[in-house]
């Protein structure tokens, strides 16, 4: 057996730092309005420093491009050695679509207690009238780049920033779980905070999950 059949590729998947939007309780979606908050700036510093210390460098980064996410992955880029220059920007990395209801809060939205108890029962329901991603939409877009990423960086150490309903969709599917479980159960047991840790890793053999929900860094700065 060959190196590059038992070399690993190492992702490591965050959310985003905390948003306007996060403090605000609104729906984000694609929304360009939402931006770092002065504690979600300082709080991808930090994590920038634990992935320094827990994994050294990287050889690329990834993130949406959408400013939440640009801007965690460009504070986080100097300290496991990538340029800010160097960042891949790419719209697939995007959280699922919400059309009018982002920025817009859950009590504002007459149709969302409808849309998640059908959620709940299992069903990737889309409200007449509202244009929306789906959970099986997202799924494919998701899933479809990341395994083309990891096959492309075999050996290598990768850190993609996105949001976080589209980090649970991912998470979700490479468990091996189907889209109902995702609905019933994983969007609500895949907590995804703000600024969390996600490792997977890929090989020949498949995906391993290592960490998911990690933020134990935040709680040791100061130690």
Known sequence: MTLEETASTI???MRHAEST??????????????VLTAK??????????????????????????????LETAQLIAPSVGIKKSSISIDKILREMYRG?????????IPELGEFQRQLNLGNDYCPHG????????A?????????????ANVGKKVIIVSSGEINKVLLSSLMGHPLKRLLTEDRHNIVQPNCCINEVQY???????????????????GR
């Open 130 to 137: 509202v244009a929306l991603e789906t959970y099986g939409e």
């Open 139 to 151: 799924s494919q877009r998701i899933c479809d780049y990341v395994s083309q990423l990891a096959q």
């Open 11 to 13: 992702i490591v998947l």
């Open 203 to 221: 090989n020949n053999r498949g995906w391993s999950i290592i960490k998911i929900d990690d933020v134990s860094y935040m709680l040791t700065q």
């Open 21 to 34: 939007f996060n403090i605000e309780g609104k729906l984000q979606g694609h929304s360009f309005e939402a």
């Open 100 to 108: 009018i209801w982002e920025g817009r809060k859950p009590e504002e």
């Open 40 to 69: 979600g700036r300082q709080q991808a510093i930090l994590a920038g420093a634990a992935l320094r210390k827990a994994y050294h460098h990287f050889d690329s980064m990834y993130t949406s491009d959408l400013p939440r996410c």
